[in-house]
């Protein structure tokens, strides 16, 4: 009979700390997290200043506007501004930002539906051409967008779309970049078994769309739609080339045309500044409301 003989099992030994390495190290992290928050700090100031700037400039008249500093706030004047803005033109501008509002919230609300729809179908089905279709939307999101203005300016002219609402409508339903997002989604948080189950269950391509995947990158759609409505909000150059008519021009395009006016008159400087600042707001509380979806959405797409 032999007998094992017992091993004695020892815990493996740590290396040695060493001092100079570990104060080397938080030496670099403390130097790192300071460049960063230098860099912070500069984004901050970079993106807050120029809306500080715009809200001390709508508080001023004409004069106080070119012979003050442009954060004394002697006088007060910021209700008698939007006061001019109500009063200029019949109330014109309260109709281009009521335009402003249509036209991003189709662009964000249909525009998005669509891009989440054609990056669910990039994702989950398989057909003949996928991958180059989808390369040819990746080629579209390395196009500046001022790059197609005149082509669809030279398609819309012989429908008689020039000079209508259809013409920035139109556009803001093809986002690219919303198409390659939405896709990402889709992979990320629809799994196919989860789709399969529901194709054994009795449901269709489309109630599975709506029923099961929609659902599950609610705040994708909230993201995509978001980035939809500021994108159309700012456009600047497509308005500018296919409207020509007051009563459809965006804020954007009128704030332009008061701004060439202040070149004979100034006291339309006042009115440009009041307006700019009036035509963030609506963005602010789409952001301010939306920000539990957006959020969530960005930060669950970063892990991805």
């Known amino acids: 009979m032999t007998t094992r003989r017992a091993s004695k099992v020892t815990a493996p030994q740590r290396p040695p700390v060493s ?10 992290s ?24 715009l809200f001390f400039a709508s508080t001023k008249n004409v004069e106080q506007l070119y012979s003050t500093n442009i954060f004394d706030m002697a006088e007060f004047n910021l209700f008698a501004n939007i006061a001019d803005v109500a009063a200029q033109n019949d109330g014109i501008f309260f109709r281009w930002m009521a335009n402003s509002v249509l036209y991003a919230s189709v662009g964000a609300i249909v ?24 390369a040819f939307v990746l080629v ?49 948080y629809i799994p ?6 529901a194709r054994v269950d009795g449901a269709g391509p489309i109630r599975s769309f709506f029923s099961v995947g929609l659902p599950m990158i609610m705040p994708g759609f909230i993201t ?7 994108a159309v909000w700012n456009n600047y150059m ?10 459809i021009f965006p804020v ?8 060439s006016y202040t070149r004979s008159n100034t006291e339309f400087a006042p009115l440009v500044i009041t307006g700019s600042l009036l035509s963030i707001i609506p963005l602010i509380i789409a952001f301010v409301l939306l920000q539990r979806y957006w959020r969530a959405g960005m930060t669950e797409g970063a892990v991805k």
Do not use: H
């Open 224 to 230: 995509i739609a978001l980035f939809q409505f500021v």
């Open 140 to 188: 579209g999101v390395l196009i500046p967008n001022t790059a197609i203005v005149l082509p669809l300016y030279m398609l819309f002219a012989p429908l008689g779309l020039t000079n209508t609402m259809w013409a920035i409508l139109l556009p803001a339903l093809c986002n690219p970049f919303s198409v390659y997002l939405a896709r990402i989604y889709s992979q990320g």
């Open 192 to 197: 196919d078994e989860t789709l399969e189950a």
């Open 19 to 28: 001092l100079k390495y570990g104060s080397a190290r938080t030496g670099a």
């Open 252 to 259: 954007s395009l009128g704030m332009s045309l008061w701004q």
């Open 111 to 134: 525009g998005g539906m669509i891009a989440v729809a054609a990056g669910y179908a990039f994702d989950k089905f398989r057909f003949r051409g996928r991958n180059m279709l989808f």
């Open 238 to 247: 497509l308005p500018l080339v296919m409207l020509t008519s007051e009563r």
């Open 30 to 53: 403390v130097g790192s997290r300071a460049v960063v928050n230098a860099f912070l700090v500069i984004g901050t100031i970079y993106m807050v200043f120029p809306v500080t700037w």
